[in-house]
């Protein structure tokens, strides 16, 4: 949590010695604190101010990177409970489970179903961030193998789970590069996983039955000269490690407690799928910074993926779809034409009840900054002249043998003066999308 | 190390709505004094419930995959609802009147309530009941069959805040409770409560609907607001204490996403919305496929135990 510019002035020395090239140490705190300046201007100050500092300006929950390059996944670094407040800045990683134990080509096979999950949605490419290998067979070869095989099977970003660190050490060694995240899966072993995790710069997950135990690991590792934590909380029911992840979150958030400052990692339990996907889900709406699931089938994963996509979407901006003309269903040149605004939830619901309607049409999306009919027509984003430039420069001119357009109801006061400027024929919808099927089947 | 953790405790809980008949097979929901299943930060006395789809007539508009997990019980009303709580577990079902609607069958109210009366009586459990969505068809068949069913402590839907004054004033008269729906907005929800509480129905007899969207259509939106009234009740706003109801099924299965890649998808998307709305709150569910169904009251199982 930031210290306030007074906070900070009572760290200073207070001899308003210029040196800093601030006329006084409250100037100079007050600078800090908006982060205009830093503190090594000042040359008196002492190390346990300095100290205090330097962790009051790191944020409550520490950002972890696991992977590199354009793929690598960062988590972490949450400032709120509620979305409502702020947003969720770092989206969970989703990934997959692959224990030692599968035969070579039982993990070329979850490899091949893992590489072919990506998908498009509203514009943006979602796919799973990482793949958890782990070392179920306690055999030390055997898990370098299987490392070794979705190396080379994939991109995809890496967590190494295992009890032993001299098989986690062998695993390491094959994937370094990749700056895969560490998990030590037996509290007995984490002074040695901590050695490992620090010789190689790599992020290490403690696992703990608790969250007291949570945060004497963390603080140990981080002793230990770790700087990357996350926690894993093992042998909970689902309503245990949900309110544990808000318990650790909102300590770290609300009182800056260090120990308690890291992501979570989250493993199913269940292991009927559509059970996994219900946890899953639980588990990506509150709070876990990673979620490892074993099902790779498809029609699974897309929504638990979308759910996290809907989740992090920004409150404060809406999601925008092109602003262009779609084809519903087999249009012809004398389909209708609807104009509306290019806010996705407007298009998507539009979109949705022309389908419903059967009546092929083609609905134009003005670039109306992404917001709502109303909201935008409020704001003269949605304006006769907009509509007017749009009908006439989109190109829909060359598409439709008529002139005639619907717009919304709730813009029905742009009606005339569209009408006089566009040269089209205005025609008014209905307010809401629910009445465009009705309105379809009627409309000639 | 012993650690001062945060713990968000609240003094004002979510009022409990009771639907049905007084008796064993009476449905609790609310009461909550925590966000979903934080246990050590406060109770929730009832497990959120799942109530299943059914309507007064054979849909014409569903899904085919939805339709033949019904088999050709979907044809009957009554026989539908049967199977709703016989075959797929259902402890409450929703009736939704849709045979009056002018572009669904234009019956008259008077069939329509005949068939909720012999559902009502068949079936077995607590109703939900709703209009067609027609203003003037649901003002004219609610009122009916709010008098049909007086005395078994129906849940009647739906008002806004441009029509709830015939709705209230029946559920009122036959002692029923009602759903007060606001379009993703918190203040029209305050102020519809406020609307419905002045004309006399006690705030414990409503359940608000905060709008649904489906997962991928703006879910987020729906679970900002509910987790804001939320947040708000349990710091004493009394006109936003109600429980909350989500028509999950009505909005998912008009998506192309549930419907036009495979049954298993839809149901998956029926089931995702479900849990995402419980994390944000939900109290009761109302669901259309009995699979996704059954997998989110097996879920509800595992997160209400402690």
Not at chain 1, 102 to 118: P, T, V, Y
Not at chain 1, 340 to 357: D, L, M, R
Not at chain 2, 45 to 68: G, Q, T
């Amino acid at each position: 949590m930031a210290l306030s510019g007074l906070d900070i002035y009572k760290l200073l020395p207070k001899t308003n010695c210029k040196d800093c090239g601030f006329s006084t140490c409250l100037a100079f705190a007050m600078a800090l604190a908006q982060k205009r300046t830093s503190l090594d201007k000042c040359p008196h100050v002492t190390a346990q101010a300095k100290e205090a500092l330097e962790s009051a300006s790191q944020p409550p929950i520490k950002l972890i990177t696991i992977g590199s390059g354009d793929n690598k996944l960062e988590i972490g670094n949450e400032t709120v409970m509620y979305r409502h407040e702020q947003k969720f800045f770092h989206p969970c990683g989703i990934g997959f489970l692959v224990e030692d134990i599968l035969s070579e080509s039982e993990i070329d096979k979850r490899i091949a179903d893992i590489n072919s999950l990506k998908f498009e949605r509203v514009g943006q490419v979602i796919s799973p961030d990482l793949i958890c290998v782990k070392n179920t067979s306690k055999d030390k070869d055997r898990f370098a193998g299987s490392v070794k095989r979705v190396m080379d099977g994939t991109k995809s970003n890496i967590a190494l789970y295992g009890d032993d660190s001299a098989a986690m050490a062998g695993a390491v060694s094959l994937c370094r590069a990749r700056k895969p995240l560490v998990i030590c899966g037996d509290s007995g072993n984490l002074d040695e996983f901590i050695k490992l995790a620090k010789t190689g710069s790599l992020p290490l997950a403690v696992t703990c039955s608790n969250i007291e135990e949570a945060a004497s690991a963390t603080a140990k590792a981080k002793q230990g000269g770790v700087e990357e934590i996350v926690i894993n909380i093992k042998a909970k029911n689902l309503s245990g490690k949900i309110q544990d992840y808000a318990l650790m979150r909102r300590t770290a958030l609300k009182k800056n407690f260090r120990p308690l400052g890291y992501p979570t990692i989250s493993f199913t339990d269940s292991v009927e799928p559509d059970i996994e996907l219900a946890e899953a889900i639980s588990y990506a709406t509150k709070y876990a910074g990673i979620v490892i699931i074993r099902n790779t089938k498809k029609e699974y994963v897309f929504p638990l993926l979308v759910t996290r996509q809907d989740i992090y979407n920004d409150p404060q901006k809406p999601v925008q779809v092109e602003p262009k003309i779609y084809e519903i269903g087999k249009v012809t040149n004398q389909s209708p034409v609807l104009v509306t605004t290019n806010f996705s939830i407007t298009y998507f619901t539009v979109a949705g009840e022309v389908e419903s309607s059967k009546i092929p049409s083609y609905i134009i999306c003005c670039d109306a900054d992404g917001m709502s009919v109303l909201t935008a027509w409020a704001a003269e984003k949605f304006t006769a002249e907009k509509i007017s430039d749009t009908l006439n420069n989109i190109g829909i001119m060359d598409m439709v043998g008529h002139r005639k357009v619907v717009i919304p109801g709730y813009v029905s006061v742009l009606s005339g003066k569209l009408e006089e400027i566009s040269g089209w024929k205005v025609n008014v919808g209905p307010r809401e999308a629910s009445g465009i099927t009705n309105y379809l089947r009627g409309y000639k | 190390m012993a650690i001062d953790l945060v713990k968000e405790k609240y003094n004002d809980a979510i009022n409990t709505v009771e639907i049905g008949p007084s008796g064993s097979k009476t449905v609790k929901v609310g009461g909550e004094t925590t966000m979903p299943f934080l246990f050590a930060e406060g109770g929730m006395p009832n497990a959120p419930v799942v109530a299943l789809e059914v309507l007064d007539c054979e849909p014409s508009d569903w899904p085919e995959s939805v339709k033949k997990s019904f088999g050709d019980s979907i044809k009957t009303p009554v026989a539908w609802a049967k199977a709703c709580v016989s075959e797929f577990g259902a402890k409450i079902l929703c009736v939704r009147l849709q045979s009056v609607h002018p572009d669904y069958g234009n019956r008259p109210a008077e069939e329509a309530v005949a068939t909720l009366k012999s559902i009502s009586k068949e079936a077995g459990v607590p109703l939900i009941v709703i209009g067609s969505g027609d203003d003037e068809k649901d003002n004219e068949v609610l009122p009916k069959a709010s008098q049909a069913l007086k005395g078994e402590n129906c849940l009647f839907g739906i008002a806004t805040q441009n029509n709830y004054k015939t709705l209230t004033a029946t559920a009122l008269a036959d002692g029923h409770s009602i759903i007060g729906e606001s379009p993703i907005d918190i203040n029209i929800a305050k102020q519809l409560n406020i609307l419905i509480s002045d004309m006399g129905l006690d705030p414990k007899r409503i359940v608000m609907h905060p709008t649904t969207t489906s997962l991928g259509y703006g879910m987020e939106y729906v679970y900002s607001i509910m987790e804001r009234a939320r947040l708000a009740a349990f710091i004493g706003d009394k006109m936003l204490s109600m429980p909350f109801i989500l028509f999950v099924g009505q909005e998912v299965w008009k998506t192309k996403e549930a419907k036009e890649f495979g049954e298993a998808q839809g149901v998956n998307w029926e089931i995702a919305t479900s849990v995402a709305m419980l994390q944000a709150g939900a109290d009761i569910l109302v669901m259309r496929h009995p699979s996704a169904a059954k997998s989110v009251m097996k879920y509800i199982d595992m997160a209400m135990n402690k």
